[in-house]
């Protein structure tokens, strides 16, 4: 479907011109069609984007304080407990997003996650009342944790429902745009997340130093009411399509009927390069060609999805230890000139995402212009490269600070009621490693929605970002952690100490060296013939419409399905087909 799509013969979409508005000014008219609609959408759904994030991130890096100082929990439970949640969050929006995909409007699913986390950072603003102001203190410490435990799960259930939907739902409004505006969507979604760690970042600065819990999940339920307005008040313009509830079965189905039928002969004039092609209709099996070859490029970008899974353990432990290396380097800016505050550093590692973002959309413009295609494998390779020496640098730093440990006075520096002992060496010397790992969360975490968005298969995009979100979680906390368990038992827990003091960190830092060199060449085997399904074709991948593998057509399944009827009146419109196999080497 091209750019100049009628929506009004497409029963299944809203947000047709039939809610475009004219307005005339300085004796000219300006006709607000579907793209000026489409903008504003887009607008929407950035600004409540941000808003999620700025209330997500400030709950969950509080949590931890917040089970010690208001639940009276141990120092070593609350992290235990919050342990579990972290392993089971990633797997979850990959049912939000098959029901999105299967069962309800994307949208109504969005809504629906917005108002459930509304309702669980309520049940935590209520729980620290009683905790201040001695509002109910007849509450026992059994009755608050219960309250804690309804409402952090309520959030994190929100969090599945429009996580792995916000991305698919913001790009289906302006894909009448052209995939290049697509592209730019998702970097303003990214920047849109950053911006809201950001704001997020002060309300936990001042809950670590002033502990006014009230206060600032007060300002975290007015922010999620803000964020549910927002996203409502243009719920009459937005692009819907139906949900395609027989969408995922029929996956389902196709990979069984081809494993059921891997051993039956193929005739000598046919051709079965995978077990999933005797499904197909010209091998005697129930599907035409075209729904099985979507199925099997499908299973083919799941590897791609693991390059970010290993790169996701970097990340993870970049979050896990540069924090805890900042604490103990000297903050001091010059003698009696005061100190750096803790927070300049998180933010400084966001506000480098937020400037790298900008400037490498605009510098893929440029490099593509010179004909070479900066494809999303190819960046997540960069991105590997520069998280390799971001850990590098940090390993450098922290063979330094261990040399400068003062040999008299000792430094201290405090946070949230606990005292570090510093070295001597600035905490400026962090920022080169914040810096290239800024650079490499620019260059991966767009690519990689961009990559399971264009290379999704058109009625389970929701579930194929779902499954990104979860190859990331599982690098980002389980593999991470077994990581962890594996280099402690060989080291006596001196790699990764509870104590960077007291052990060998930057050991495990150049062994981080190695898992970022071990990515690459496992990406390098990935990518080096893959050839991409959606993503840089010459057509659009507009409401409904595949690129397809063969060049040809896809024409209505069997099943009929409501999904395939915007296929059919898409034909019917002209809509350009590429017929390009485009490949990363």
Same mark, same amino acid.
């Given at each position: 479907?091209?750019?100049?799509?009628?929506?009004?013969?497409?029963?299944?979409?809203?947000?047709?011109?039939?809610?475009?508005?004219?307005?005339?000014?300085?004796?000219?008219?300006?006709?607000?069609?579907?793209?000026?609609?489409?903008?504003?959408?887009?607008?929407?759904?950035?600004?409540?984007?941000?808003?999620?994030?700025?209330?997500?991130?400030?709950?969950?890096?509080?949590?931890?304080?917040?089970?010690?100082?208001?639940?009276?929990?141990?120092?070593?439970?609350?992290?235990?407990?919050?342990?579990?949640?972290?392993?089971?969050?990633?797997?979850?929006?990959?049912?939000?997003?098959?029901?999105?995909?299967?069962?309800?409007?994307?949208?109504?699913?969005?809504?629906?996650?917005?108002?459930?986390?509304?309702?669980?950072?309520?049940?935590?603003?209520?729980?620290?009342?009683?905790?201040?102001?001695?509002?109910?203190?007849?509450?026992?410490?059994?009755?608050?944790?219960?309250?804690?435990?309804?409402?952090?799960?309520?959030?994190?259930?929100?969090?599945?429902?429009?996580?792995?939907?916000?991305?698919?739902?913001?790009?289906?409004?302006?894909?009448?745009?052209?995939?290049?505006?697509?592209?730019?969507?998702?970097?303003?979604?990214?920047?849109?997340?950053?911006?809201?760690?950001?704001?997020?970042?002060?309300?936990?600065?001042?809950?670590?130093?002033?502990?006014?819990?009230?206060?600032?999940?007060?300002?975290?339920?007015?922010?999620?009411?803000?964020?549910?307005?927002?996203?409502?008040?243009?719920?009459?313009?937005?692009?819907?399509?139906?949900?395609?509830?027989?969408?995922?079965?029929?996956?389902?189905?196709?990979?069984?009927?081809?494993?059921?039928?891997?051993?039956?002969?193929?005739?000598?004039?046919?051709?079965?390069?995978?077990?999933?092609?005797?499904?197909?209709?010209?091998?005697?099996?129930?599907?035409?060609?075209?729904?099985?070859?979507?199925?099997?490029?499908?299973?083919?970008?799941?590897?791609?999805?693991?390059?970010?899974?290993?790169?996701?353990?970097?990340?993870?432990?970049?979050?896990?230890?540069?924090?805890?290396?900042?604490?103990?380097?000297?903050?001091?800016?010059?003698?009696?000139?005061?100190?750096?505050?803790?927070?300049?550093?998180?933010?400084?590692?966001?506000?480098?995402?937020?400037?790298?973002?900008?400037?490498?959309?605009?510098?893929?413009?440029? $490099?593509?212009?010179? #004909?070479?295609?900066?494809?999303? =494998?190819?960046? /997540?390779? &960069? !991105? @590997? %490269?520069? *998280?390799?020496?971001?850990?590098?640098?940090?390993?450098?730093?922290?063979?330094?600070?261990?040399?400068?440990?003062?040999?008299?006075?000792?430094?201290?520096?405090?946070?949230?009621?606990?005292?570090?002992?510093?070295?001597?060496?600035?905490?400026?010397?962090?920022?080169?490693?914040?810096?290239?790992?800024?650079?490499?969360?620019?260059?991966?975490?767009?690519?990689?929605?961009?990559?399971?968005?264009?290379?999704?298969?058109?009625?389970?995009?929701?579930?194929?970002?779902?499954?990104? $979100?979860?190859?990331? #979680?599982?690098?980002?906390?389980? =593999?991470?952690? /077994?990581? &962890? !368990? @594996? %280099?402690? *038992?060989?080291?006596?827990?001196?790699?990764?100490?509870?104590?960077?003091?007291?052990?060998?960190?930057?050991?495990?830092?150049?062994?981080?060296?190695?898992?970022?060199?071990?990515?690459?060449?496992?990406?390098?085997?990935?990518?080096?013939?893959?050839?991409?399904?959606?993503?840089?074709?010459?057509?659009?991948?507009?409401?409904?419409?595949?690129?397809?593998?063969?060049?040809?057509?896809?024409?209505?399944?069997?099943?009929?399905?409501?999904?395939?009827?915007?296929?059919?009146?898409?034909?019917?419109?002209?809509?350009?087909?590429?017929?390009?196999?485009?490949?990363?080497?």
């Amino acid at each position: 479907m091209g750019v100049g799509t009628n929506y009004e013969t497409i029963p299944l979409v809203r947000g047709s011109p039939s809610n475009s508005q004219s307005s005339s000014s300085s004796g000219g008219s300006i006709q607000q069609g579907p793209g000026a609609v489409s903008i504003r959408a887009l607008i929407h759904i950035l600004i409540f984007q941000a808003l999620i994030f700025i209330v997500n991130h400030a709950v969950r890096e509080n949590v931890v304080l917040y089970c010690t100082d208001v639940l009276n929990y141990q120092e070593g439970n609350a992290p235990k407990m919050i342990d579990v949640y972290d392993a089971v969050s990633p797997a979850l929006p990959v049912f939000g997003g098959l029901l999105a995909d299967t069962l309800c409007k994307r949208y109504s699913v969005i809504v629906s996650g917005a108002f459930i986390t509304l309702f669980g950072v309520l049940l935590l603003t209520i729980n620290v009342i009683p905790f201040e102001h001695g509002i109910g203190s007849s509450f026992s410490d059994e009755a608050l944790r219960a309250l804690f435990i309804i409402g952090f799960t309520f959030i994190f259930i929100g969090l599945a429902a429009y996580e792995a939907n916000v991305g698919p739902f913001s790009a289906r409004q302006i894909e009448a745009r052209g995939q290049n505006t697509v592209r730019t969507s998702f970097h303003l979604l990214y920047i849109s997340q950053v911006i809201g760690i950001l704001f997020a970042l002060p309300i936990i600065d001042w809950v670590s130093r002033k502990f006014n819990f009230a206060v600032a999940y007060g300002i975290l339920c007015v922010a999620m009411v803000f964020a549910i307005i927002v996203l409502m008040s243009l719920c009459k313009h937005y692009i819907m399509i139906l949900p395609d509830k027989y969408g995922f079965l029929q996956v389902l189905h196709i990979i069984y009927e081809g494993f059921m039928r891997r051993k039956e002969p193929v005739a000598e004039d046919k051709k079965a390069d995978s077990f999933l092609d005797h499904a197909k209709e010209a091998l005697g099996g129930q599907f035409e060609d075209q729904r099985v070859e979507e199925v099997k490029h499908l299973l083919k970008t799941l590897p791609a999805f693991h390059t970010v899974t290993i790169y996701s353990i970097i990340i993870y432990f970049m979050k896990e230890t540069y924090k805890q290396q900042m604490l103990r380097l000297n903050h001091e800016i010059k003698t009696g000139h005061g100190d750096v505050p803790n927070i300049t550093f998180e933010v400084y590692a966001e506000a480098c995402i937020l400037v790298f973002t900008p400037f490498l959309w605009g510098l893929y413009h440029v $490099i593509e212009k010179y #004909g070479y295609r900066v494809t999303p =494998l190819r960046r /997540i390779g &960069v !991105g @590997i %490269v520069f *998280a390799g020496l971001s850990i590098l640098s940090a390993g450098f730093v922290e063979l330094y600070r261990k040399e400068m440990m003062p040999t008299g006075a000792p430094i201290e520096n405090i946070f949230a009621n606990q005292t570090y002992n510093a070295s001597e060496l600035s905490a400026l010397a962090q920022f080169p490693q914040l810096t290239l790992g800024g650079m490499a969360e620019s260059l991966v975490r767009i690519a990689g929605l961009e990559f399971a968005y264009f290379e999704a298969q058109e009625n389970l995009k929701g579930f194929v970002m779902g499954l990104y $979100i979860l190859m990331s #979680g599982v690098g980002s906390y389980i =593999l991470a952690k /077994i990581l &962890v !368990g @594996i %280099v402690n *038992a060989a080291s006596g827990d001196l790699w990764y100490p509870d104590d960077i003091n007291e052990g060998n960190l930057e050991y495990f830092y150049f062994l981080l060296v190695g898992v970022s060199i071990l990515d690459m060449l496992y990406l390098y085997a990935v990518s080096r013939n893959y050839e991409y399904h959606g993503w840089g074709t010459k057509g659009n991948t507009n409401l409904g419409i595949s690129s397809g593998l063969n060049g040809v057509q896809p024409i209505p399944v069997a099943t009929r399905d409501l999904r395939n009827s915007v296929d059919s009146l898409a034909s019917v419109s002209g809509s350009e087909v590429s017929d390009t196999h485009d490949k990363d080497s």
